[in-house]
Nanobody, 115 residues
């Protein structure tokens, strides 16, 4: 059974940094695209950043220049470095991995940015 296990997150003051990690377990295949999404209370889940196996990245306009997505394909792991955090970045963050026309989700981790 494939699982995406997240780590990182927590509480940070505005302007601070956090790093999220997401590692696949039980997987014998490599994900194609991996990414991060987030969902704030009362809002829909939105894309934060994605990265392909070739390293092509895509970011939401709201995080460009502040967040950096990276991956270690050999370890089936994706990271999200978040700098210059703002209170509006507060949300539950989910990692995602796409393979064989299926999407797999991590368990979610809370990121709270205080003003």
């Amino acid at each position: 059974q494939v699982q995406l296990v997240q780590s990182g997150g927590g509480l940070v003051q505005a302007g601070g940094s956090l790093r999220l990690s997401c590692a696949a377990s039980g997987s014998i295949f490599s994900f194609n695209t991996m990414g991060w999404y987030r969902q704030a209370p009362g809002n829909q889940r939105e894309m934060v950043a994605t990265i392909t196996t070739r390293g092509s990245t895509n970011y939401a306009d709201s995080v460009k220049g502040r967040f950096t997505i990276s991956r270690d394909s050999a370890k089936n792991t994706v990271y999200l470095q978040m700098n210059s955090l703002k209170p509006e970045d507060t949300a539950v963050y989910f990692c995602a991995g796409w393979a064989f026309s299926s999407v797999y989700w991590g368990q979610g981790t809370q990121v709270t940015v205080s003003s």
